[in-house]
């Protein structure tokens, strides 16, 4: 099993900075890939950031350029620096573990509700 406990969202304003944790616990070697995904208020919930276990990242086009995805081993959490932000960009933000033990998982945070003001 892995737990996941996010922190770090916020009230900022447009322009501003973030950082994202997501702290993993469990059977964390049994995880072969870390998302962030988001969800605005009546919208789906968007990929924006993926990191696999052996490193490679990919961005969502819609932050590129202002979002990155990275992660410390040692203290097995996953971050989300997210710059020069925008209204828009407001959102509850999740993350998300995948992997295998036995059969695919996927286990989510609690998600962090992120406030961009104008």
């Known amino acids: 099993q892995v737990q996941l406990v996010e922190s770090g969202g916020g009230l900022v304003q447009a322009g501003g900075s973030l950082r994202l944790s997501c702290t993993s616990s469990?059977?964390?070697?049994?995880?072969?890939?870390m998302e962030w995904y988001r969800q605005a208020p009546g919208k789906q919930r968007e990929l924006v950031a993926t990191m696999s276990k052996g490193g490679s990242t990919a961005i969502a086009d819609s932050v590129k350029g202002r979002f990155t995805i990275s992660r410390d081993n040692a203290k097995s959490t996953t971050y989300l620096q997210m710059n020069s932000l925008k209204p828009e960009d407001t959102a509850v933000y999740y993350c998300c573990a995948r992997g295998w033990y036995a059969a695919d998982f996927e286990v989510w945070g609690q998600g962090t509700l992120v406030t961009v003001s104008s």
């Open positions: 469990g059977s964390i070697f049994s995880i072969n890939a």
